[in-house]
């Protein structure tokens, strides 16, 4: 790829989706989609228990239904989001403003930090209802890798999240 201005070519080449596959920056955002799926989809799936004395269902995270709702929140928007940024990583090459390609640049840093940050709050928050948690309320164990699993991955999310910061495209 020739150089560009703000990591791109040439303005108005021809769409190679090879290059972009490539590009570290998409790697990163399609793993960030993957762990975003894999967060929001364990507690969606095994995050709830239903309780047999009680008959209500309750969220595995300490009996927290904000710490279930905060990583399916987190989950979804992150989804999203990965999802709008690697839309705008197939325009980019298309965008000929060098104010245009600036602005796209500063918002995948801004919002890639922020989300880093959400993620970090997210993986203590969980973790830390995650311990506090009682035996008594899931004698069987049931969920309990799901549960690990989504701190796990909000975990890692931190991580790639954060190196969009420093590697932006």
């Known amino acids: 790829m020739e150089g560009g201005a ?22 990163l955002r399609v793993v960030s989609w993957l762990f975003s799926i894999v967060v929001f989809g364990s507690i969606v799936n095994e995050g709830y228990l239903n309780s047999a004395s009680e008959g209500e269902e309750f969220c595995i995270y300490n009996r927290n239904p ?10 979804v ?33 801004g919002v ?3 989300w880093a940050f959400l993620w970090f709050v997210g993986f203590c928050y969980l973790a830390n209802q995650w311990q506090v948690s009682k035996p008594k309320d899931n004698p069987l164990n049931e969920g ?8 796990a991955f909000s975990f ?3 991580f790639t999240w ?5 590697s932006p495209p």
């Open 66 to 75: 904000n710490a279930c709702s905060y990583g399916v929140a987190v989950g």
């Open 144 to 151: 309990t890798d799901a549960a690990r699993a989504a701190i």
């Open 156 to 158: 890692f999310s931190i």
């Open 6 to 27: 703000y990591g791109a070519g040439k303005a108005g080449g021809a769409f190679d989706p090879y290059t972009l596959v490539r590009q570290p920056h998409t790697i």
């Open 112 to 114: 890639s930090a922020f």
């Open 77 to 109: 928007l992150a989804f999203l989001t990965c999802l709008l940024y690697l839309a705008l990583d197939v325009y980019f090459p298309q965008i000929s403003s060098v104010k245009d390609r600036k602005k796209a640049v500063l918002s995948d840093i």
């Open 162 to 166: 954060r190196s969009r910061v420093t």
